[in-house]
C-alpha cells in the first residue's frame, strides 16, 4: 500500500528509499494483504541484538495491528516482514539479523 505524503511515499521519508527501492519492499508487503497507514523506526524487543547492517521499521495500519519490516541498512532491500505473533510472513532471516526471535524459537520449543 503506497500511501504518498507529497511526492514520496510514506515508506520513502521514512527508510530513505528510493522510489525503485519502495517499490521492491512493497511487491513484498502486498501477497501478504499487509495495508499500513504509518511507518515508523522499530522499538520492537524482537531487533534487540539485530545485526547493524539492518533496520527495522514498525507497518502499523488503522486498528492499530503492527508488522515488523526488515530491510538492509545500505541499499533497503526487503530482507523480511514479520508479525505481531512473530510469525514471518515473508522474507528471509537468520540468526545473525534476528537473534532475539531464535531465542525466543528455542524457548517456545523446549
Known amino acids: 500500500m503506497l500511501v504518498s505524503c507529497g511526492s514520496k511515499t510514506i515508506l520513502q521519508q521514512t527508510t530513505g528509499a528510493t522510489e525503485q527501492q519502495s517499490k521492491i ?32 521499521y514498525d507497518l502499523t495500519n488503522k486498528e492499530g495491528t503492527a508488522y515488523l519490516l526488515i530491510v538492509k541498512k545500505f541499499d533497503k532491500d526487503f530482507t523480511a516482514l514479520i508479525d505481531s505473533d512473530n510469525r514471518l510472513l515473508a522474507g528471509i532471516i537468520d540468526n545473525g539479523v534476528l537473534p532475539k526471535m531464535y531465542e525466543l524459537i528455542e524457548t517456545v520449543g523446549e
Open 25 to 56: 519492499i512493497e511487491e513484498f508487503i502486498a501477497p501478504a494483504g499487509i495495508k499500513y497507514d504509518e511507518i515508523n523506526i522499530s522499538n520492537n524487543p524482537l531487533i534487540e541484538g539485530m545485526d547493524e547492517n539492518w533496520e527495522a
